[in-house]
């Protein structure tokens, strides 16, 4: 019996990245260069090392380049208006062959090699029922991060408000689409759906186990360039 196949990877690639100008002013903020690697290829990274192979990105801000980068290897759902993060999910859909499908930022990362943790998420996914699993990450591992926490981690691995280990959302979830059936055309976040999941207590989380890199501004861009050319 085959294994089953690795879920496809949508990577929200649309905003306009205005924290990080004056970069973005001539680039979208996923080809923002890392040491000299474009932020979306350390996403994807991070995904196939875990045996992603199928991958969709939204695009809006200068999504000629995005597509230009990778000369059609990537599918590429182009929003003439930005729709949000769940808007433009929810319009890529029809692209995405898997249920569930991740969903990554293409704007956090974590060194490759040092954890692979979509693996986990999986196992989480497939232990509840119509679940939604997001990437956890301990503030002492975070770079490029202006907020106490996001969250908590309770010890049975639910997401609270209030109760558990403070945690940062590392921008990576796991979810079927049928959390999208009712939500209107149109935009509107995808934290949308993490609210609609946790008021269920059907929100889960699962911890990195490495260091991680928010790339939000110029100077969180200086300070991981520097801790990762240690």
Known sequence: ??????????????????????LTDSVPKPLVPVLGVPLIERIMANARAEGAKRFVANAHYRADQLLAHFGGLLKVSREDDLLGTGGGIKRALPMLHSDPIFVMNTDAFWPEGQDQPLGRMLQRFEAEDEAVVLLC????????FDRSHDFCLDPMGRITRDYGA??????VALLGKSWFADA???????????????EREALFGVALDADWYHVGDPQALAETERLLAR
């Open 1 to 22: 019996m085959s294994e089953p196949r690795f879920p496809d990877v949508m990577l929200l690639a649309a905003g306009l990245g205005t924290r990080l100008r004056p």
């Open 137 to 144: 990450v301990h503030p002492r591992r975070a770079t490029g």
């Open 166 to 171: 403070p945690v940062i959302y590392g921008g």
């Open 184 to 198: 209107a055309d149109g935009a509107f976040s995808l934290n949308d759906v993490f609210e609609a999941a946790l």
